[in-house]
């Protein structure tokens, strides 16, 4: 029999077959709604969970690196972005620990192995910053030595956040500590492991400013900030198991500074946490202090222990209500369709997909970031039992679609099983599925993901088969099934 890995190549290449030329056909659509009208939700959200991971899939490179899109021009985005393979390597480490088949587990395995031999090199590779905050290379890991912004401090953070999940799966197994101390954690000063070198590079610069993960803004920002916090708590945890005490220490007290800059970043008179500070650019970025930066700051950082700017934090829910009503209007597409929003990067934006001279657009990943927020919440919700009210978080309350809402209250506590409760976790629900059904409307019969979607007339546009969009397509759908296997 011909073995799993060897099919699921040969389907990859036919794939890759196929995408040649669909950037051009994804420019010239001129019309939204392109998915035939009887597929239903139910079956869009199953064929595009398939499509998803073979996406993600096609991006991924023999030898470890990751695109972040096959597109080589009108984008160019065909490198290997630290951000990106960070972030995506956690699905192949989720589609490896779930396999049920040996083979299956064989052939994501392999990509985790290469990713880390090759992310290994990358580190050691000598760059314009100097480091590890330079931010892409190019796909055989040269470095990439043209103008760019650089440095940039979020790669490191997502890359040690997925791998440490990684690490303590392959703990569990009979000659895992041996694996991981060999190539992911060594416990030693200079490391020659990923993991470690990561987390002493983190707590070592983060004072340092760095361009946001939008690339385009230097100073101190509360994505690359939540995340490095999460990288350290979680690196302590993984320090603690393998006796490096000391190192366990030290990261949880950089993470504990690292709250107190935080906090900063909340604005209590526009009521926003405020995406970057002590920035020297300011002429016409993020002017009104709001960016989906901060939302997916929220969701990549999560933890179900966690109390530290929670999806439930009543300034998180006061940032996302902010951010959803300045798009709201801003985008043609939003004022002709009853269904959620179309959501973008931040208000004043000006890249399109091809050039920095043009409005900007929603994009994917932001929509389906606003999706898997509402499906997060509900069950953090019901993992508590009980929905708490601020006032600081009311309006985000009392603006979800449900007539049942009209009488909560500043200070209410509604337990589980309470009307209340009950009402907030399906409006919740529905405020998730709103964001997807928005995402459905505009995805092509080929069901490809790109960055962007075209403001006026819905397409999509910018680059093809971006590995991000799967992702986050792929996390919100997640999220919205773990729900679903509650009573809601």
Request: proline share 3%.
């Given at each position: ?41 139910e079956v869009w959200l199953n064929q595009q969970s398939t499509r998803s ?151 070592d610069h983060w004072r340092q400013s760095s361009f946001d993960l939008w ?188 007539a049942d809402l009209i009488h909560i209250k500043a200070g209410g506590h ?75």
């Amino acid at each position: 029999m011909v073995g799993f890995g060897k099919i699921f190549k040969i389907l990859l290449g036919c794939l890759s077959l196929l995408m040649v030329g669909v950037h051009a056909e994804i420019v010239n659509k001129s019309e939204v709604g392109s998915l035939p009208r009887e597929l239903t939700f139910e079956v869009w959200l199953n064929q595009q969970s398939t499509r998803s991971i073979a996406g993600i899939l096609q991006n991924v490179m023999p030898h470890g690196a990751f695109s972040a899109s096959p597109s080589k021009q009108n984008p160019d985005y065909f490198y290997h972005w630290v951000r990106d393979s960070g972030l995506v390597i956690d699905k192949i480490r989720s589609l490896y620990t779930e396999a049920q088949d040996e083979e299956k587990q064989a052939f994501y395995k392999n990509i985790l192995d290469k990713f880390i031999e090759f992310s290994r090199r990358l580190q050691l590779t000598e760059n314009l910053s100097g480091g590890l905050g330079e931010p892409k290379f190019h796909i055989d890991g040269s470095p990439y030595n043209l103008s760019w912004g650089r440095p940039q401090h979020d790669g490191p953070a997502l890359r040690a956040i997925s791998l440490i999940k990684l690490a303590h799966h392959e703990l569990a197994k009979k000659d895992g500590l041996q694996w991981v101390k060999s190539n992911l954690y060594d416990g030693k000063l200079p490391s020659n492991t990923l993991i470690k070198v990561d987390l002493e590079f983190i707590s070592d610069h983060w004072r340092q400013s760095s361009f946001d993960l939008w690339e385009e803004i230097k100073g101190d920002h509360f994505y690359t900030r939540l995340v490095q916090r999460r990288a350290l708590l979680d690196g302590a945890e993984l320090a603690d198991i393998l006796g490096d005490l000391g190192a366990a220490f030290w990261y949880r007290l950089q993470a504990r500074q690292l709250e107190i800059a935080l906090q900063k970043h909340w604005n209590a008179k526009i009521a926003t946490i405020v995406p970057t500070l002590h920035t020297t650019r300011d002429d016409r970025y993020k002017r009104a202090g709001l960016d989906s930066a901060v939302i997916l700051a929220v969701l990549h950082a999560h933890h179900y222990s966690d109390t530290f700017f929670t999806l439930s934090d009543e300034k998180v829910l006061s940032t996302l209500r902010n951010i959803r009503k300045g798009f709201e209007k801003l985008y043609p597409i939003n004022n002709h369709q009853n269904m959620a929003p179309a959501i973008g990067r931040y208000p004043e934006d000006s890249y399109d997909g091809y050039s920095s001279d043009q409005q900007g657009n929603p994009w994917t990943l932001a929509i389906c970031a606003f999706a898997e927020f509402h499906y997060r919440l509900a069950s953090e919700f019901m993992q508590k039992g009980v929905v708490q009210i601020g006032s600081i978080a009311l309006p985000f309350f009392q603006e979800l679609d449900t007539a049942d809402l009209i009488h909560i209250k500043a200070g209410g506590h509604y337990q589980k099983n309470s009307r209340e409760f009950d009402a907030i976790i399906r409006a919740l629900r529905k405020t998730g599925d709103a964001y997807l059904e928005r995402l459905k409307y505009h995805v092509p019969e080929d069901l490809s993901l790109a960055e962007q979607i075209n403001k006026d007339k819905g397409y999509m546009q910018g680059a093809p088969d971006l590995a991000w969009s799967y992702l986050s397509f792929l996390t919100a759908n997640e999220q919205r099934n773990i729900l679903i296997g509650t009573k809601y």
